[in-house]
C-alpha cells in the first residue's frame, strides 16, 4: 500500500499577496498524489484559521473534489475514535486526517469536521482507522493537535496500542528534540514519549522534511507544502509532500513542481538597495491557472536592513513595494531587540515569554472589572476570529 502524507496545506494563508499559494500547492500535492498513492494522510493545520471563511471552504470543498470519481482498492473498514464520526467518506479514495494546532477550537466543530461531515474524509481526534487493501492491513492511528504543555500527558492517557498488520502513528506537536531550547511550555514530548511497536510516526507542525530513526522506528515530518513564515531554514528546500510504501518502508520526498521563488538577502544600510531589487526583480514570473484565474506566482524577496535607514532610503523601500512583477518584505534589523532580550533573565524568574505574556493579558482582562474564573483559551479562540461579542458575552457569564 502507498500513502501521500500532505501536511500543513493552511488553506486560507493570505499574507504579503499569497491568498493563492495554499491552494496552489496543494493541488498540485493531490493531482501527484492520487496517480500514485492509494491513500492521503493530512497530518494537521490544513486550515491556516479554525474559523476559515466560506470563500476558503469553497475552495477546498473544489479541490477534493477530484477524489469523488477516483477508485482507489485500499478501503476504510474500520474506524474507532473517541470523537463521533458521522458515517465514513463517500469518496471511492480514502482521506485521513488530524486537525492541528491552527484547527483548534476549545469548544466547537472545526473545518476538518465540517469536511467529515460532508463526507470528504475521515479526522481522527484520538483513536483509528483500518484500511484494508487485498491481504493487506493498515492501522492508522491519530491524535490531534493539542496545546503542548498536556501534549505529553495526553498520548500517554491514550495509550495506543499497536493492531494486526501494519501501524502508523499521526501527530501534531512539537518535541524537545527539535527544537534549540528546553521549555514545556513549547514542548512536552520527547521521543521516547512515542509508544513502541509502530511501524512508522508521523508528525506534522514542523514545516522543513526530515526523517529520524529512533531505533524502533522511522520518525517523519513531511513538512509543509507552503512558505508561511519567510525564513532563511524555510527556503533550504523545496516544498513537497511524502510517498510512503508500507511493504518496503522506502520513503520519498515529492517536490511541488510550480513554486514561487524566495530569497532573503541581508542588507547593508549603505549599499544601493535599488541594485539588489532590481536584480531580483529579473527573475521570471510564472503563472498557475485556478478557480478559473491566472494567478501571477512573482518572486518573493525579503530583505533584512542592517543599521538605520536614511529618510530618502526608506522613500525607495516604499516605492519598491509598489512596483509590479515582485513582492518585497522588509525586515529592520533586529540585532538591538535581540539583545534586550537576551539580557531579561527568564530563568531566574522560572517563566517562559509565553507564561509572561498569558499573565500580562490576563491581568489586563482582570483589570477591567471582570472576575478570575474563565478559559483563556476559549477568549483566545473567540477574538482569533474575530468575534468580540462573544468574548464579552463569554466573560460576563464569567462574572
Known amino acids: 500500500m502507498k500513502l501521500a502524507f500532505i501536511s500543513d496545506t493552511h488553506f486560507g494563508f493570505s499574507k504579503h499577496k499569497r491568498e493563492y499559494d495554499s491552494y496552489i500547492y496543494a493541488k498540485q500535492a493531490f493531482e501527484i498524489a492520487k496517480e500514485k498513492a492509494d491513500v492521503i494522510v493530512l497530518p494537521g493545520d490544513i486550515f491556516d484559521s479554525s474559523g476559515p471563511g466560506e470563500d476558503c471552504l469553497s475552495k477546498v470543498f473544489s479541490l477534493l473534489q477530484q477524489f469523488a470519481s477516483i477508485h482507489s482498492e485500499a478501503k476504510v473498514i474500520k474506524v474507532e475514535d473517541k470523537h463521533e464520526h458521522n458515517g465514513h467518506s463517500i469518496f471511492d479514495y480514502p482521506i485521513i486526517s488530524i486537525p492541528g494546532t491552527h484547527e483548534y477550537k476549545a469548544k466547537e466543530d472545526g473545518p476538518l469536521e465540517v469536511l467529515e461531515n460532508a463526507g470528504c474524509l475521515i479526522c481522527l481526534h484520538a483513536g483509528f482507522c483500518t484500511i484494508q487493501k487485498g491481504n493487506e492491513t493498515l492501522n492508522i492511528f491519530g491524535m490531534k493537535g493539542v496545546p503542548e ?70 520518525f517523519l515530518l513531511p513538512g509543509s507544502t507552503i512558505i508561511t513564515q519567510v525564513r532563511k531554514q524555510e527556503m533550504k528546500q523545496k516544498k513537497g509532500f511524502v510517498l510512503y510504501d508500507t511493504e518496503t518502508g522506502a520513503l520519498e520526498h515529492i517536490e511541488i513542481p510550480i513554486q514561487r521563488e524566495y ?54 523601500l516604499v516605492l519598491a513595494k509598489k512596483r509590479e512583477g515582485i513582492i518585497l518584505d522588509v525586515e529592520k534589523d533586529i540585532s538591538i531587540i535581540e539583545q534586550k532580550i537576551k539580557e531579561i533573565d527568564f530563568r531566574a524568574t522560572k517563566e517562559s515569554a509565553l507564561d509572561m505574556a498569558e499573565k500580562a493579558f490576563i491581568e489586563n482582562i482582570y483589570s477591567s472589572g471582570f472576575k478570575k474564573s474563565f478559559d483563556l483559551k476559549v477568549v483566545y479562540d473567540y477574538l482569533k476570529d474575530g468575534d468580540n461579542d462573544k468574548v464579552l458575552d463569554y466573560l460576563d457569564d464569567k462574572d
Open 149 to 218: 504543555q498536556v501534549a505529553k500527558d495526553a498520548l500517554a492517557k491514550l495509550d495506543f496500542k499497536p493492531q494486526k498488520g501494519k501501524n502508523i502513528l499521526i501527530l501534531h506537536q512539537s518535541f524537545k528534540e527539535l527544537l534549540p531550547f528546553n521549555d514545556d511550555m513549547v514542548a512536552t514530548l520527547e521521543f521516547k514519549n512515542l509508544p513502541e511497536g509502530f511501524d512508522l510516526y508521523v508528525n506534522g507542525h514542523i514545516h522543513a522534511h526530515k526523517i529520524f530513526d529512533l531505533g524502533f522506528g522511522k
Open 263 to 316: 530569497a532573503y538577502i541581508d542588507v547593508d544600510v549603505d549599499k544601493d538597495i535599488t541594485v539588489v531589487i532590481d536584480d531580483f526583480a529579473k527573475k521570471p514570473t510564472q503563472t498557475y491557472s485556478i478557480f478559473g484565474k491566472d494567478v501571477p506566482l512573482e518572486p518573493y524577496l525579503k530583505l533584512k536592513i542592517i543599521g538605520d535607514l536614511e529618510e530618502h532610503k526608506k522613500e525607495i
